[in-house]
């Protein structure tokens, strides 16, 4: 073979050969180029969202499994001591939307105890827990004619819901208000009752009898 004609055929294949290379490292800066842009604009308008949200503080309720575990009344029996997992049944019955900003004070606070009062058993004994994780949490002061409603704040709401029914002579005498699986199982491991918060909610309407 000609010496002449195969150094032509390899400066030739050298030259498709680096062609190929090239385009490949064009369309690889390329792709790049676009990922970057990209998530530029993805933390853009995340940073944008952070910028314009309204100011409020997320709430752990939201995230924890608040699926209804409780029973269909009338309960067999009826319940005397009604304990209630205080923004638990907040965000599962009561805020809905935009309700839910400022979840965490004292007026929200408020809003459950005054539908609380409300519960159509006149004799029963209620009681509400908020949790409170040190002493500068915010805490509603209920006016008293809200006064059949006992309010607790407590490190963790959880906990002494479950430790009020260990404590009980008679448990099954308790009914625990919360829409928290965790919870209910606790509780109704230990004998209480477990009601969901839309259930009881149903029987806190102000009616004639109720505001009397």
Not at 102 to 126: C, H, I, M
């Amino acid at each position: 073979m000609d010496p002449t004609h195969l150094e032509a055929s390899d400066r030739l294949g050298w030259t498709r050969g680096g062609a190929r290379r090239a385009l490949w490292a064009g369309c690889a800066r390329s792709f790049g180029l676009m990922l970057v842009t990209v998530a530029f604009g993805v933390l853009w308008a995340s940073v944008e969202r952070v910028l314009t949200a309204p100011e409020t503080q997320p709430s752990p309720y939201d995230r924890r499994d608040v699926s209804d575990p409780g029973a269909t009344l009338p309960l067999t029996p009826e319940p005397d001591v009604w304990l209630i997992d205080g923004f638990n049944v907040l965000h599962a019955g009561v805020l809905k939307g935009r309700d839910r900003e400022g979840w965490w004070k004292a007026p929200v606070q408020l809003r459950l105890v005054e539908r609380v009062a409300y519960f159509e058993r006149r004799d029963a004994e209620l009681w509400v827990v908020f949790d409170a994780a040190h002493e500068h949490s915010e805490r509603c002061v209920p006016p008293p004619e809200l006064g059949r409603v006992q309010l607790v704040f407590a490190p963790s709401a959880d906990d002494w819901l479950v430790r009020r029914v260990r404590q009980a002579d008679a448990p099954e005498r308790f009914a625990v208000v919360t829409g928290d699986r965790q919870v209910g199982g606790r509780v109704r491991h230990a004998g209480a009752q477990v009601v969901s918060p839309r259930t009881f909610l149903a029987r806190c309407l102000r009616t004639e009898a109720a505001s009397t």
